[in-house]
């Protein structure tokens, strides 16, 4: 039985998703957008920030990353979100892994809303207070 390709992973959805973004051409300025989109919020600040200063254009500094990366010899240890795997953003709501409730945050692959849901005490204790789950409207 054929292996299916490294990181490739293949869901109806995304590839809906996928003939949504080529089905008119565009510019490698809105190809660039369509993809640091995709950044957790923090990241992207940091390389808008980089590409004002640098006076580049976003496609210019990715691909520019990517030269650097070949630099490194880094092409074959990208840092991969688990949310790209879907087509979606870092920066998406998700559920908490425990208590399901939807919730934001600032780590990529957050699983759980707060430390009380990652240790199992949210049906004893609740929620602790800044929990992001009382923050999605
Ligand atoms: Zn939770
Ligand atoms: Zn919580």
């Known amino acids: 039985m054929a292996q299916p390709k490294l990181g490739q992973k293949l869901f109806d959805e995304f590839e809906e998703k996928k003939k949504e973004v080529v089905r008119e051409p565009i510019t490698l300025d809105q190809a660039a957008e369509t993809l640091v989109a995709l950044l957790p919020p923090d990241t992207l600040m ?38 790209w795997a879907m087509g979606q953003a870092a920066s998406r709501d998700r559920s908490c892994t425990n208590c399901g409730q939807l919730f934001g ?4 692959d957050a699983m759980y809303c707060c430390h009380n849901c990652f240790f199992g005490k949210v049906s004893t204790l609740g929620h602790v207070d800044n929990c992001p789950t009382k923050k999605v409207s």
């Open 105 to 108: 945050s600032p780590h990529p």
């Open 46 to 83: 940091f390389v808008k920030e980089a590409s004002a200063a640098l006076a580049l254009p976003m496609w210019q500094m990715l691909l520019g990353y990517a030269m650097r990366c070949a630099d490194r010899m880094e092409l074959y240890s990208p840092s991969i979100l688990s949310s």
